[in-house]
């Protein structure tokens, strides 16, 4: 059956990095499109970055531009997610998400915690 799992995330200070991987089985994972998605206390699940299935294209979300690159690696099956310059905003359950498309059924990791704080 299809697995996502997540790991990586941890407790980091303001400005701190962290590199998220979301291993994945169960499915022809170079030819689905991967994401990353976060969800903080209190608000609804959002879309942070995505990458195509060749990672021809790549997509984020306006707050992480210019500090967060996914890629993917699909010869081990694996996503990940580089956080830089990482702010308190950044807190969140982080979620590995595997689709076919943009509307398929989603397959979804457990997620990670990251926390941003001093």
């Known amino acids: 059956q299809v697995q996502l799992v997540e790991s990586g995330g941890g407790l980091v200070q303001p400005g701190g990095s962290l590199r998220l991987s979301c291993a994945a089985s169960?499915?022809?994972?170079?030819?689905?499109?991967m994401s990353w998605y976060r969800q903080a206390p209190g608000k609804e699940r959002e879309l942070v970055a995505a990458?195509?299935?060749?990672?021809?294209?790549?997509n984020y979300v306006d707050s992480v531009k210019g500090r967060f690159t996914i890629s993917r690696d699909n010869a081990k099956n694996t996503v990940y997610l580089q956080m830089n310059s990482l702010k308190p905003e950044d807190t969140g359950v982080y979620y590995c998400?595997?689709?076919?498309?943009?509307?398929?059924?989603?397959?979804w990791g457990q997620g990670t915690q990251v926390t941003v704080s001093s």
């Open positions: 169960g499915f022809t994972f170079s030819t689905f499109l």
């Open positions: 998400k595997a689709a076919r498309t943009r509307t398929g059924i989603p397959y």
């Open positions: 990458v195509t299935s060749g990672s021809s294209v790549t």
